[in-house]
Each structure stands twice: as structure tokens, then as C-alpha cells.
């Protein structure tokens, strides 16, 4: 049974870092590209990242880029993303997926994804 459990969350004040951790078991993370999501209040979940199995593509928005770095621990079988210069709007729940694909794939669509995990609260509050 595959399960992907978000953790890292919490609440941190504007300018803050968190890092986000996405563990998997059932599955090997090195054969999936991986996707991180959020969702805000009222709001349609949207992609911040994703990174190809292989490791070699990633993606990010514009909305995050140059302040979330996504990498992967083939040793822990995790997938983090590192998020600094967190900002107000960042809040959100944050949800990790998996897809299996191609070395030199991932996607920013939820559609793309098979996989999810539950999410984990991300608060960024003064």
C-alpha cells in the first residue's frame, strides 16, 4: 500500500523558513517524480514544485521561485521542500504527490498525480 505522509509544517512568522518533509513508504521515491501542492482557504489547489525521478527537472512558479528549493534523500526515501522568505500569503496546507514516470519528467498538474498524501499545515502569521 503506498502512503506518503507531509510533515514539517507549522506556524512561522513572515521572512521564515520551514522545510517540508514527504516520506513514502509501499513505494521507492526514486522511481516517481514527486509534486508539492497547496492548498489555501477558499482557494483551488495549485503546484509549487515538482522534481523528476531521475532528480535532473524540477519546476517551480513564479510565485515561489528563487524562495523554495525541492530536493529528494533516495537514502530516507523522502522528498523535502525547502521554503525561506515565507511570506503571508504562503499559507496554505501543503500536500505532496508521486507519480511513477520517466527520469526527465514532472508536472505542476494535479491530474498528473496518482498519489497524495494528507497535507500539513503551513501558517505564516506575525
Known amino acids: 500500500q503506498v502512503q506518503l505522509v507531509e510533515s514539517g509544517g507549522g506556524l512561522v512568522q513572515p521572512g521564515g523558513s520551514l522545510r517540508l518533509s514527504c516520506a513514502a513508504s509501499?513505494?521507492?521515491?526514486?522511481?516517481?517524480?514527486i509534486g508539492w501542492f497547496r492548498q489555501a482557504p477558499g482557494k483551488e489547489r495549485e503546484g509549487i514544485s515538482c522534481?523528476?525521478?531521475?532528480?535532473?527537472?524540477?519546476y517551480y512558479p513564479d510565485s515561489v521561485k528563487g524562495r523554495f528549493t525541492i530536493s529528494r534523500d533516495s537514502t530516507k526515501n523522502t522528498v523535502y521542500l525547502q521554503m525561506n522568505s515565507l511570506k503571508p500569503e504562503d499559507t496554505a496546507v501543503y500536500y505532496c504527490?508521486?507519480?511513477?514516470?520517466?527520469?526527465?519528467?514532472?508536472?505542476?498538474?494535479?491530474?498528473?498525480?496518482?498519489?497524495w498524501g494528507q497535507g500539513t499545515q503551513v501558517t505564516v502569521s506575525s
Open positions: 509501499g513505494i521507492t521515491l526514486d522511481y516517481y517524480a
Open positions: 522534481i523528476s525521478s531521475s532528480g535532473l527537472i524540477t
Open positions: 504527490a508521486a507519480e511513477s514516470a520517466s527520469a526527465y519528467r514532472c508536472s505542476g498538474s494535479l491530474a498528473w498525480y496518482d498519489h
